[in-house]
């Protein structure tokens, strides 16, 4: 699975990270980190994060 953010639009308000803490995750200077490794064991909490994003900046494909 392929997931990905468009830089341009996340406000790193951190819905995403609430919803799937495991693939999610903000940096130091607040920037979106994803581990992709994870995100095949938690499909369900990643689409979850994908479509509760507020900004609509995140996206995943198969």
Not at 29 to 34: G, M, S, T, Y
Not at 40 to 56: F, I, L, Q, T, Y
Request: hydrophobic residues 45%.
């Amino acid at each position: 699975m392929e997931i990905g953010v468009d830089r341009d639009l996340c406000e790193a308000n951190a819905v995403c990270v609430g919803l799937a803490p495991g693939v999610f995750d903000l940096d130091d200077d607040e920037e979106l980190v994803i581990d992709a490794s994870k995100a095949d064991s938690e499909v369900e909490r990643v689409s979850a994060a994908v479509h509760g994003c507020p900004k609509n900046a995140l996206f995943m494909r198969s």
